[in-house]
């Protein structure tokens, strides 16, 4: 993600993410709530925000956590446990911005709630042990578990793209499934040691949906399919090699339902609480002509502020701009097109 503040910055381009927290949020506020009843309001918990990038919106499932926790303890007559606010990112993520809102968010805490908290930093990737074992009671995250820890090799002729197509090779799908497949199994097993027991987790995808069978299909919109026709652009242009292009694919997995719930039943440490499935929208795009240009800017911004780090460590930062004007100028020719092959999934669980 794109540290800082400013225009290109995740922080300031991250409208989805917050719409999508608001969308997930009745499965937080209910599985907050039973996780307190279950674990008959203990006088202290721990909660991790993973994946937490940079800005205001690491704080808002946390928020909403703490929120719910207060109102229920109110409501019946149980004194506010401590917490404490774990934020955790891969090291280079950028924190300094992050940490700039511990002041509002301790602030707005003491206005509306009785609970002392206290936040840190949890640097390190979600698919090491992170924390303490048994020391967790409940674990956030929010798009990011899609991305992968690394990216499966490319298999026969396929190239010119970033990621899956239509005209990828089983096998480079296969390669995809089994990657995401041993990622989030170990995810699931690391989170197991840490969180107690009757602990609960709520993790948002974005995934794709089940209304074409076949495993490679993607929308012409699909935010990877209009990157892979920009940078192929660059290609022709002489901005960028084709070798580089082929050498480029980007580390990320969009389950299906099946997919996500067969990971779970198979690793084992976890019940499935809730698994649903809402539309994926960016939000940003729409059919009045005569806002196209500035549509193709907010969805080439938001995108932008996601991949620029990864982009730039392969391809060299002189191509960004050039790269998502073009980006912005295809999203413009896809206004009245919706993304039919990306969703949402929300999965809450509970360690047995």
């Known amino acids: 993600m794109s540290g800082g503040d400013g225009a290109n910055s995740y922080s300031a381009n991250s409208l989805l993410q917050r719409r999508v927290l608001s969308m997930a949020k009745p499965v937080l506020v209910k599985n907050t ?96 042990r992170l924390f303490s074992r048994n020391s967790l009671h409940f674990v956030h995250s929010s798009y990011a578990l899609h991305f992968l820890s690394k990216v499966p090799e490319k298999h026969g002729n396929d190239k010119g793209s970033v990621f899956i197509t239509s005209s990828s090779p089983q096998s480079t799908y296969k390669a995809y499934l089994n990657q995401f497949q041993n990622d989030f199994t170990m995810f699931l097993r690391l989170r197991s040691e840490e969180i107690v027991s009757n602990g609960r987790m709520v993790l948002t995808f974005i995934g794709r949906n089940t209304l074409n069978s076949d495993p490679l299909y993607r929308d012409c919109c699909h935010f990877w399919t209009l990157l892979s026709i920009s940078l192929r652009d660059l290609v022709f242009e002489g901005h960028v090699s084709e070798s580089k292009l082929d050498a480029f694919n980007m580390p990320f997995y969009d389950p299906n339902e099946q997919e996500l719930e067969e990971v779970i039943r198979n690793e084992g440490s976890f019940e499935i609480n809730d698994l649903e499935t809402h539309v994926f929208d960016l939000g940003l795009s729409n059919n009045n002509e005569e806002d196209d240009y500035e549509a193709g800017q907010n969805e080439a911004n938001c995108i932008r502020a996601v991949t620029e780090p990864m982009l730039v460590a392969h391809f060299g930062e002189d191509i960004i701009d050039i790269l998502f004007d073009r980006y912005a100028h295809y999203v413009s020719k896809h206004t009245s097109c919706r993304n039919k092959t990306s969703v949402t999934l929300v999965v809450s669980l509970t360690t047995k």
């Open 33 to 128: 709530e039973d996780m307190m009843m279950n674990l008959d309001f203990p006088s202290y918990i721990k909660v991790a925000e993973l994946g937490c990038s940079s800005g205001q919106n690491s704080f808002l499932a946390i928020s909403e956590i703490i929120n719910t926790v207060n109102v229920l303890c109110q409501q019946l007559n149980q004194n506010p446990p401590e917490i404490d606010c774990c934020l955790n990112d891969l090291p280079e993520n950028d924190f300094n911005t992050t940490f700039k809102f511990v002041p509002f968010f301790n602030k707005e805490n003491e206005f509306t709630n009785k609970s002392s908290c206290f936040v840190y930093g949890a640097p390190g990737s979600f698919y090491s």
